[in-house]
Structures are given as C-alpha cells and as structure tokens.
C-alpha cells in the first residue's frame, strides 16, 4: 500500500467512525482494527502497530468519557498523536552549524540512494550558503568515485578520493584533513554499501566512523524497502551511531511504512526524503505536517 492509499485508508476508517451514531467500543474497534490493516499493510512494523492501538485505547477509555465529551475528536486526536509518536523519537537529531565544520557520514545498503543522497544534501546546505565538501570512500563498488565526481562536479561542490587508493578508512582521514583545512562546514562521507547486511561492510564501517569521528551519522534507506526495513535499520544502528534517517524514492510506489519502522529502529528521526533523482528532489521532513498530509 503506498503512502497516499494509507492516508486514504485511515480517513476512511475516522470517516467511518464519525458517520456511526453513537461511539461504543465495537465503533471504536471496527475504526482501530481499519487502521492497524492499513499500517500493516504498509509494511509498518507489527509490534509498533500492536504498541499504536493499545496506547489508544489506553488515552481512549469510553467508559471514563462522561457524556458530552466529544469522543470522536478524543479518538481522532489520539490516532494523530500515536501516528505522530510512531515518526517522532522524542529527541532531535544532531544539527550541523553552518561555519563550524561538522563531519557528516552516510551508510546504507547498495541502490539505497546514498551517493545521490550525499550531493542532495551537499547542494542543500550549498544553496543556503554553507561550504560543504564531499568525500568518496566507495572503493567497493567500481564506478562509485566516478558517480559522486560528476555529481559533485554538476554542483561545483569540491570533492575528494582516489581511483587507486583501496583502503577507505584512509581517504576518508585523508578528505576530511584536507577539507578542514580548507574551511569547509559540511564534510560529507559516502561510504560503501553491499546488496545485503554484511560482517564486511559493518566492519569498514566502523573503522571509517573510529578514524573520522563524524559529528552525524545518517542511515540512507530505499522507501520500497517494505518489511525489511526495521531489521536492516537496527542492524546499522548496532554497528554505527546513527542519528538521523534520510528515506529514498518517495516519489515511486513506495510503502511508507518502512519510514516509520526505521525510526523505531534507530530511535532517530527522519530529517530529509528523496523525492526524485535530480538533485534538487529532496525535502525537510517533519513529522506533523506530514501526519496532518497522511490523514488529509
Ligand atoms: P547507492 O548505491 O546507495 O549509492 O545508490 P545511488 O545513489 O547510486 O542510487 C541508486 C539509484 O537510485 C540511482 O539510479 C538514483 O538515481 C536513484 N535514486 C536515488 N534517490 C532517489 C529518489 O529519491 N527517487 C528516485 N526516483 N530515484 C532515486
């Protein structure tokens, strides 16, 4: 179920409550059971579904309602809230200053969108005035450094790395040295990814976040990802700090649920989502209006 089916299917279900004469438990029910059909089949997590509907109706108690008070909207708000919470880790992300030269490093899985991504939020922050830099220490995927040059290059955004150098720990020092010395505010790391979750790869990882030390760590994830999204999530965060999710391909067929699956995950926010693949296709993220959006 895409993003927008989702949004439909849960007003339907609130349409439908508010259509009902009078609230009792099974309307109440009938209205949960629709929407936790929807998350599901949006690939939201099922625990986090379970989690979302007994929070419900712990804030939703009918017999506590005395009459009078408007249960609909009571119902109304809380689903707003608990949506709300699913995307919203309660803490915000790292914030780079512009001037003040932050280390910023993008993990994700092969064709999860991270090189793209990386140039996006380059030219962003370009845009608004910042200095930022990008530094390829791809040396798994042949073509990596070439794609991040030329984007780089589209952007007239400096970039770094090497085509003989097979060691990314050491361009990754190498870049982000030559950077700070060169002013640069926002020193942005792509760093290899793999078709699956590897020992190899959360290995490089690692050594690539101890020899930087970036300031933020930002987990890049396909939307179309589905079910596999919390797993794949929880499996980064364990090897790195994550601290901010970036969702891919909104644009296409993509099931939002994996979005809030991965912020559960990371227990970190979403702060960007790709919406295209030119590099101006690309989004703040935050959590109400889009919940207001999904609910129409
Ligand atoms: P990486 O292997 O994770 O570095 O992935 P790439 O950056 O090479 O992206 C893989 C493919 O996804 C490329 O064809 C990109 O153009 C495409 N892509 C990346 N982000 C988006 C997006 O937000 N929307 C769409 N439609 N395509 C995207």
């Known amino acids: 179920m895409v993003l927008a089916e989702l949004g439909g299917s849960i007003s339907r279900a609130l349409q439908q409550m508010s259509n009902a004469t009078i609230i009792d438990e099974k309307v109440l029910n009938d209205c949960l059971n629709e929407i936790t059909r929807a998350l599901l089949q949006s690939d939201v997590q099922f625990k986090l579904v379970r989690d979302m509907q007994s929070n419900i109706k712990k804030i939703v108690n009918l017999d506590?309602?005395?009459?009078?008070?408007?249960?609909?909207?009571?119902?109304?708000?809380?689903?707003?809230?608990?949506?709300?919470?699913?995307?919203?880790?309660?803490?915000?992300?790292?914030?780079?200053?512009?001037?003040?030269?932050?280390?910023?490093m993008f993990v994700g899985l092969q064709g999860s969108g991270k090189t793209t991504t990386c140039t996006k939020y380059a030219f962003y922050h370009q845009k608004k005035g910042w200095k930022p830099a990008l530094v390829c220490a791809d040396t798994f995927r042949a073509g990596a450094f070439d794609q991040?040059?030329?984007?780089?290059?589209?952007?007239?955004?400096?970039?770094?790395?090497?085509?003989?150098?097979?060691?990314?720990?050491?361009i990754a020092v190498e870049g982000v040295e030559r950077f700070k010395k060169e002013n640069c505010d926002l020193i942005i790391v792509d760093t290899s990814g793999r078709h699956k979750q590897e020992?190899?790869?959360?290995?490089?990882?690692?050594?690539?976040?101890?020899?930087t030390k970036p300031d933020l760590v930002i987990f890049v994830m396909d939307s179309s990802i589905g079910q596999a999204a919390f797993?794949?999530?929880?499996?980064?965060?364990?090897?790195?700090?994550?601290?901010?999710?970036?969702?891919?391909?909104?644009?296409g067929h993509?099931?939002?649920?994996?979005?809030?699956?991965?912020?559960?995950a990371t227990k970190s926010p979403v702060i960007f989502i790709g919406t295209g693949e030119h590099m101006d296709e690309f989004e703040t993220f935050d959590v109400k209006p889009f919940v207001s959006r999904l609910l129409g």
């Open 199 to 211: 020992a190899a790869l959360f290995e490089e990882m690692r050594q690539v976040s101890e020899a």
């Open 254 to 264: 993509a099931k939002g649920g994996g979005a809030l699956s991965a912020v559960a």
């Open 148 to 170: 991040l040059k030329q984007n780089a290059t589209k952007a007239k955004i400096p970039f770094y790395g090497s085509y003989m150098e097979s060691d990314p720990v050491k």
């Open 64 to 104: 506590d309602l005395a009459a009078g008070h408007n249960k609909r909207k009571i119902i109304q708000q809380a689903i707003f809230t608990e949506l709300c919470k699913m995307l919203d880790p309660g803490k915000p992300s790292f914030t780079p200053k512009k001037s003040k030269p932050s280390v910023v």
């Open 231 to 251: 797993d794949q999530a929880q499996a980064f965060k364990q090897s790195v700090a994550v601290g901010a999710v970036i969702v891919t391909k909104m644009d």
